[in-house]
């Protein structure tokens, strides 16, 4: 009996921990999780109560980081282990209190939903290509500016011998007693880089067919000091935040093959999905319809969209005229921005030497992401990004009838980003361009062959 009620409490604490991968980020704290999960606030308390402890891992890195701050630089969650990439700057020293003070409820929000991916990596499937080859590319080169860097690790694990040391935690404890590492207010961590790891966690979390790599380096230094990129603009909206919850649902519910095209979704039905209000779904709703990435019927009803010859033709017509522009101010990418292409890139080139379309396909919307980024277009990039969502839920509509050559994918953007190198401005817009065109005419044929399923009520 005893047994027994210990293994219902640690599920319970499992289900806490878990939470903040799977409510959005517009409504979270104690009470409403509490809420949602049906148990009481003091239950919720004790599941977090190890983040608020000092361990052996806190006071080593606390005497690594002497007089430093620690920052986040980069996340690699595999079946077997977890690990942070931690960067030790220049700023107030860490410290070594068991008591942290956040400067956000964002913050706190952030850094408990990536702490939660060491809980979620066993739902990544053992034969998943690995992603540390490119991963450790990513974070190579920032890492040989200057900065030390030290890896945290939930198991014992390899790393590359540049990284000034390594820290394995000794069970789920030490791992989540890193919330006040990353998160104490004299730390001067960088919230654009929790907020943008709290976004591709979630990303992830929704559809885990792999590893989740993931670098600041990513988020180019403009964009942090404008918020003019994606990472700044999405997640200091908590409107968008919940708008991207609310896409990324979809999609993984019309792959899952739960939704189609032309079904209805109600307020009511995304609401009790994501734990948030009808009311706070309903205006990312509109702004989704602004996006053009759902109708709003009456009864506030979303429509996935079916998608219909002219949107595609429209949608790859304006990425195609926009994408060259893009390509054309990414030549001038700094070392950050161009290093997170090259990570993109080897992304595509994994899943594409594994056979694996979807992903290949998914990967080229990110390398394409990137290299929005990468080009500085304050306005345009933005657009793009919207534009990515579009073909993101058109391919998730068309679902196993999409299977666009993997090879060609990767034939397309190596040769992409062999002219970014050369510095060819006029050869990376034309063959942007063409691999546009061709894309459009294959979606275009793959729309022409495919069959409308019955529209359901959910």
């Given at each position: 009996?005893?047994?027994?009620?210990?293994?219902?409490?640690?599920?319970?604490?499992?289900?806490?921990?878990?939470?903040?991968?799977?409510?959005?980020?517009?409504?979270?704290?104690?009470?409403?999780?509490?809420?949602?999960?049906?148990?009481?606030?003091?239950?919720?308390?004790?599941?977090?109560?190890?983040?608020?402890?000092?361990?052996?891992?806190?006071?080593?890195?606390?005497?690594?980081?002497?007089?430093?701050?620690?920052?986040?630089?980069?996340?690699?969650?595999?079946?077997?282990?977890?690990?942070?990439?931690?960067?030790?700057?220049?700023?107030?020293?860490?410290?070594?209190?068991?008591?942290?003070?956040?400067?956000?409820?964002?913050?706190?929000?952030?850094?408990?939903?990536?702490?939660?991916?060491?809980?979620?990596?066993?739902?990544?499937?053992?034969?998943?290509?690995?992603?540390?080859?490119?991963?450790?590319?990513?974070?190579?080169?920032?890492?040989?500016?200057?900065?030390?860097?030290?890896?945290?690790?939930?198991?014992?694990?390899?790393?590359?011998?540049?990284?000034?040391?390594?820290?394995?935690?000794?069970?789920?404890?030490?791992?989540?007693?890193?919330?006040?590492?990353?998160?104490?207010?004299?730390?001067?961590?960088?919230?654009?880089?929790?907020?943008?790891?709290?976004?591709?966690?979630?990303?992830?979390?929704?559809?885990?067919?792999?590893?989740?790599?993931?670098?600041?380096?990513?988020?180019?230094?403009?964009d942090e000091a404008a918020g003019a990129g994606r990472t700044l603009l999405r997640n200091l909206s908590l409107e968008r935040a919940l708008a991207d919850e609310i896409v990324a649902t979809i999609r993984s519910a019309v792959t899952d093959g739960r939704l189609a095209g032309g079904d209805h979704v109600t307020d009511r039905y995304l609401a009790t999905r994501l734990h948030t209000s009808r009311a706070q779904v309903r205006s990312a709703m509109r702004l989704?319809?602004?996006?053009?990435?759902?109708?709003?019927?009456?009864?506030?009803?979303?429509?996935?969209?079916v998608p219909e010859v002219a949107d595609v033709v429209e949608t790859y017509a304006a990425r195609q005229a926009l994408g060259a522009m893009v390509v054309r101010a990414a030549i001038r990418w700094s070392p950050d921005q161009r290093a997170a292409v090259e990570a993109a890139l080897a992304d595509v080139r994994r899943h594409a030497v594994a056979g694996d379309v979807y992903l290949t396909g998914q990967a080229d919307t990110t390398f394409q992401d990137r290299?929005?980024?990468?080009?500085?277009?304050?306005?345009?990039?933005?657009?793009?990004?919207?534009?990515?969502?579009?073909?993101?839920?058109?391919?998730?509509?068309?679902?196993?009838?999409?299977?666009?050559?993997?090879?060609?994918?990767?034939?397309?953007?190596?040769?992409?980003?062999?002219?970014?190198?050369?510095?060819?401005?006029?050869?990376?817009?034309?063959?942007?361009?063409?691999?546009?065109?061709?894309?459009?005419?294959?979606?275009?044929?793959?729309?022409?062959?495919?069959?409308?399923?019955?529209?359901?009520?959910?």
């Amino acid at each position: 009996m005893g047994s027994d009620a210990a293994q219902a409490r640690q599920e319970i604490a499992r289900e806490v921990l878990l939470a903040p991968l799977r409510m959005p980020t517009t409504k979270w704290s104690s009470r409403s999780l509490a809420e949602a999960l049906g148990i009481s606030q003091s239950r919720v308390a004790r599941a977090w109560a190890p983040m608020r402890q000092e361990t052996p891992v806190t006071r080593e890195l606390a005497s690594l980081a002497g007089s430093g701050a620690v920052g986040l630089a980069g996340i690699l969650v595999r079946p077997r282990y977890s690990l942070m990439v931690l960067e030790l700057g220049a700023g107030p020293p860490v410290g070594g209190t068991s008591r942290t003070v956040f400067s956000s409820p964002a913050v706190e929000r952030s850094i408990r939903t990536i702490l939660a991916a060491e809980l979620a990596r066993d739902r990544i499937p053992e034969t998943a290509p690995s992603s540390e080859e490119a991963f450790w590319a990513t974070m190579a080169r920032p890492a040989r500016s200057g900065a030390p860097h030290v890896a945290v690790a939930s198991a014992p694990v390899s790393v590359p011998s540049w990284l000034d040391a390594l820290v394995v935690c000794d069970g789920l404890g030490e791992w989540l007693s890193l919330f006040g590492v990353l998160g104490g207010s004299r730390r001067h961590h960088d919230p654009a880089r929790l907020h943008a790891a709290e976004s591709a966690l979630r990303e992830w979390f929704l559809r885990p067919s792999g590893d989740l790599a993931w670098s600041a380096h990513s988020v180019s230094p403009s964009d942090e000091a404008a918020g003019a990129g994606r990472t700044l603009l999405r997640n200091l909206s908590l409107e968008r935040a919940l708008a991207d919850e609310i896409v990324a649902t979809i999609r993984s519910a019309v792959t899952d093959g739960r939704l189609a095209g032309g079904d209805h979704v109600t307020d009511r039905y995304l609401a009790t999905r994501l734990h948030t209000s009808r009311a706070q779904v309903r205006s990312a709703m509109r702004l989704l319809e602004r996006d053009g990435l759902l109708t709003v019927s009456a009864g506030h009803t979303a429509v996935i969209p079916v998608p219909e010859v002219a949107d595609v033709v429209e949608t790859y017509a304006a990425r195609q005229a926009l994408g060259a522009m893009v390509v054309r101010a990414a030549i001038r990418w700094s070392p950050d921005q161009r290093a997170a292409v090259e990570a993109a890139l080897a992304d595509v080139r994994r899943h594409a030497v594994a056979g694996d379309v979807y992903l290949t396909g998914q990967a080229d919307t990110t390398f394409q992401d990137r290299l929005a980024d990468a080009s500085g277009l304050v306005r345009i990039a933005p657009v793009m990004h919207i534009l990515a969502d579009h073909l993101r839920v058109f391919i998730a509509v068309m679902g196993l009838d999409y299977a666009y050559p993997a090879d060609a994918i990767l034939r397309d953007d190596e040769a992409i980003h062999a002219a970014l190198v050369a510095q060819d401005a006029d050869l990376a817009a034309e063959l942007w361009r063409q691999k546009i065109a061709n894309a459009r005419t294959y979606m275009v044929d793959r729309l022409t062959a495919a069959r409308r399923r019955p529209r359901r009520h959910r």
